[in-house]
């Protein structure tokens, strides 16, 4: 029996220097994981790496809201 697919959710603002070893540590405990990154317009470029990391892992989700919301 296959277990249901889990989603992380990753709150994320200013983690340009942590965003990309955080999505392959989550990713890498289990094939069933995929990680949402809801990212609060990060002036640092968080988004943008999530969005690189989007378009070549399929697990991976983002979400960008137009300001920091917590």
Known sequence: MRLPRTTV???TYNEADNIRRLIDSILSQSP???VLV?????PDGTGEIV???VRDEGRVELLRRERKMG
Do not use: E, G
Not at 38 to 42: F, M, R, T
């Open 51 to 53: 969005r690189r990391i």
């Open 32 to 34: 069933d994981l995929s």
């Open 9 to 11: 959710i990753v709150p």
């Open 38 to 42: 809801i990212d609060d317009n990060s």
